[in-house]
Nanobody
Framework: QVQLVESGGGLVQAGGSLGLSCAAS????????MGWFRQAPGKEREFVAHINWSGSSTDYADSVKGRFTISKDNAENTVYLQMNSLKPEDTAVYYC?????????????????WGQGTQVTVSS
């Protein structure tokens, strides 16, 4: 069982930066693939980024590539999402998620554990 708690959301102006954290419980955190997803009002939840168990492999949605960076600290049981050059269209509730599978990990169905979400609002 893994419990995930996100933090770091808030209000930021377009062009600004924000960092999200996701603290995980459980002794096997290092064996999980960790993902970030987001859901904007009236839209479906979408993939943002994921990172493999060792932190050596990452992938990003095209919409955030070059602006967002996902990282993982297994010693601290924490995954991060650094968001730069934010745009109003990045406004959403951001969720972190965990899975042990390596299949279809850009889809929310692949993930077993989810945090409660943290709101990110980007003003124009």
């Amino acid at each position: 069982q893994v419990q995930l708690v996100e933090s770091g959301g808030g209000l930021v102006q377009a062009g600004g930066s924000l960092g999200l954290s996701c603290a995980a419980s459980g002794r096997t955190f290092s064996s999980y693939v960790m993902g970030w997803f987001r859901q904007a009002p009236g839209k479906e939840r979408e993939f943002v980024a994921h990172i493999n168990w060792s932190g050596s492999s990452t992938d990003y949605a095209d919409s955030v590539k070059g602006r967002f960076t996902i990282s993982k600290d297994n010693a601290e049981n924490t995954v991060y999402l650094q968001m730069n050059s934010l745009k109003p269209e990045d406004t959403a509730v951001y969720y972190c998620a965990a899975t042990r599978t390596t299949l279809r990990i850009t889809t929310e169905g692949a993930y077993d554990y989810w945090g409660q979400g943290t709101q990110v609002t980007v003003s124009s």
